[in-house]
Each structure stands twice: as structure tokens, then as C-alpha cells.
């Protein structure tokens, strides 16, 4: 467990070295963490830092603070996630939702000693060929912005799965 002091501390060490800094005026506790908002909003609603491990994780601006706190709640609160599908029980609604999650891969390409990854994403047709073969896991994929997808598939009762979150960096 970390202090406040230690939280503070760790959200002004992410935005060191950037023009944003914490409005300290607007700070939110919860039984996760603490919400720490930034003076001004470029791209970014503010930090999460997490009082088990001190994870400072950066919002986006694609929701309101309100809903990335009930999604951190939730669960959603790595900076990537293994997706395995472990049961399905309507393949096409499956396919439908999992291709509104714009998951990605990877083609490794070698050109002239040089290794390019290039990112792709999967067609609807990729996912429900990898559906005919379950478990099926899509990798490392960013799914924080899709919460209410996953809340559509969840209502919808349409498969089951599992999802692995893991942290980019050391923090």
C-alpha cells in the first residue's frame, strides 16, 4: 500500500518533462487509489495511481472522468489485455462485437536487416475464422476505451471470456 504523499509524488514524476501538471485542487480518493486531475487537458483527463502497487495510470479524453473511474473499478485498469474467447454461443453477434473492439496484429516484415512491425486489424472475417477454434486469445491488445462493449457482449450473453491485463512499463 502507498500513502497519498507517495501517490502525489509518483503523478508528478509522470508528467515531469511535459508542460502538464496536477491540479491540486482536484483530487479524488477511492478504495483503489486516488484520481488526480490535470491543470490543463490535452488528450489526457488525468491519473489514476493505484494504492496497492503505485501504477499511475494516464487517462485518455474519450469519456468523462466518471466513467474512466467506474471502468478502472471494473477491472479496466492495465495498459494492455489478452482477450480469450472461451465459449461462444452465437458466432455472428460474437464476431460483430469483437470487430468493434479494433484489435490489432502484428506482421513481422524484414526489410534489408531491419525488422518492421506492422500493425494490422483483424477483418471481421479473421475473427470468425479464429472463433471455429476455441480458447481462442487476441494478444495485446488496448481495450480501456471499449468498456461499453464489453458491457454489450456481457448483456447480449452472446460468448464468454477472459481477459488478462498486464502493465507496458515498470511503474
Not at 471494473?74 to 458466432?91: K, M
Request: with cysteine; hydrophobic share 35%; charged share 20%.
Amino acid at each position: 500500500m502507498i500513502t497519498f504523499d507517495k501517490a502525489r509524488k509518483l503523478a508528478q514524476d509522470k508528467l515531469s518533462g511535459s508542460d502538464l501538471a496536477l491540479d491540486e485542487h482536484v483530487v479524488i480518493e477511492k478504495p483503489f487509489g486516488w484520481f488526480f486531475s490535470i491543470s490543463e487537458n490535452y488528450g489526457c483527463s488525468g491519473l489514476i495511481v493505484d494504492k496497492e502497487n503505485g501504477h499511475v495510470f494516464q487517462l485518455g479524453s474519450g469519456f468523462t472522468v466518471a466513467e474512466y473511474i467506474d471502468a478502472y473499478e471494473a477491472g479496466f485498469r492495465y495498459d494492455v489485455y489478452d482477450l480469450t474467447i472461451l465459449s461462444v454461443q452465437d458466432i455472428s453477434q460474437t464476431a460483430k462485437y469483437l470487430f468493434k473492439l479494433f484489435m490489432r496484429y502484428v506482421i513481422p516484415e524484414n526489410e534489408n536487416g531491419t525488422v518492421w512491425e506492422t500493425p494490422q486489424l483483424y477483418s471481421i472475417e479473421q475473427i470468425r475464422s479464429a472463433l471455429k477454434s476455441l480458447p481462442c486469445a487476441f494478444s495485446n491488445q488496448n481495450l480501456n476505451s471499449h468498456i461499453e462493449t464489453f458491457q454489450e457482449i456481457d448483456k447480449a450473453n452472446c460468448c464468454k471470456y477472459k481477459l488478462t491485463g498486464y502493465y507496458q512499463d515498470n511503474t
